[in-house]
């Protein structure tokens, strides 16, 4: 990133922290489906509750200041918990994010003031002070984190990213106008105290309640002959017997528990005996083993989606993917969207932007392009880090 104007440099800004989040997310709503992640990220947390959350936003959450229910434009909300570590810790909006536009092939980008893109560079550098400074001392001392395996339960794989530090900070699902925005933040601090490693993007979909919902579309969820959604037994969704499994053909491994925790859906196919790979026999004991699974993930987007190699080519990728849709957004109630039905209940996926196959999927089922986002890992900035960044031209 090339070094910016240090007389730009952002200010320090205030944060607010909120008790609830109804004010969270009536702004959030009125910006769908762009604000979906975190909407559905807050929506998850009254449904299951995490006690060391918290709901940060560049607004007071009472009448503190009479715009409070209608704050001025570019606001900043984020849900912040380093407790699920090595999971994603922050998900984050800024309003400017209903104001981007997306070429195909290409990043999207802001098309917003001068004034509002410094204001939000400041709300960006404030937070993750704040984070770092405030919210990551009192975790990394805690008994979660002082008992946490150092590896963060990965594991080696010569295909998987390497696990995280405890004093890293992963932001997930974050739009590339707000990235960027970051990277520029940190770079016009005098001496920058935070290093954001390149990331690859993905483009976001969004599927209207119309794609896997079956009362508007028939064929949401139909499977070919021979194929379930439960074992002989009639049991539905992931069972902890498929986790070594899943972890096996899992590029970002996720624990257990979080998988326990998300709305799933398991296929079985009625000719599938035992599971070899390697020499391993992946039976469970008396246990089917399933075939194909998705996950709906804490912001409503698509987790894990797989099927494996023989099966593949039949429409049964979709058929999984509108079925956990359904099954979290309809069935399973995962996510809290009050009383009545006034909400388009959006779910989203994001897909790596070189994998052509899972595009073709989303774009056949019925997926719109809303942005490109990112994973984002932030770590503290090392002399390292500054010598590398200043052989290549850019701040650290």
Known sequence: MPALNTEMAPTALKFYTHRGVDLLISLLQLQLPQSGTLLRRLQHDIVRKSPTACYLATFPPTDEQASASHPASPWLVAYVDLYAWPGTQVWLYSSLQAESSTVPGHKSTFNSSDAHLTAVRSQLLSLITYCFDKLLPRFISSPEAQG??????????????????????????????????????????????????????????????????????????????????????????????????????????????????????????????????????????????????????????????????????????????????????????????????????WAFADVMSYNDTSHRVMKKMGGESVCTVSWVSIEPCTDEHRIGDMAKGIQC
């Open 148 to 345: 946490t395996s150092a590896n963060g339960g990965h594991g080696a794989h010569p295909n998987r990213p390497p696990s995280r530090p405890l004093t890293t900070i992963l932001l997930g699902s974050v739009h590339s106008g707000v990235v960027k925005l970051l990277e520029e933040s940190i770079g016009l601090m005098s001496r920058p105290r935070f290093h954001i490693p390149q990331p690859d993007y993905c483009v976001k979909y969004s599927f209207a309640r119309s794609v896997y919902d079956p009362v508007s579309n028939a064929s949401s969820s139909l499977l070919p002959p021979g194929y379930r959604f439960c074992t002989r037994d009639g049991v539905e969704g992931f069972q902890s017997y498929h986790y070594d499994l899943i972890k096996s053909r899992s590029f970002i491994v996720r624990q257990r528990k979080a998988l326990e925790d998300m709305a799933s859906v398991v296929m079985y196919h009625d000719g599938t005996g035992n599971i070899k790979e390697n020499g391993r026999d992946w039976e469970h004991g008396a246990q089917e083993m399933p075939v194909g699974w998705a996950f709906l993930g804490y912001d409503a987007s698509l987790v894990s989606l797989h099927v494996e190699q023989e099966h593949r080519g039949r429409g049964l990728a979709a058929a999984l993917a509108k079925s956990v849709m359904r099954r979290g957004m309809l069935d399973n109630r995962q996510f809290f969207f009050g009383k009545g039905d006034g909400e388009e209940r």
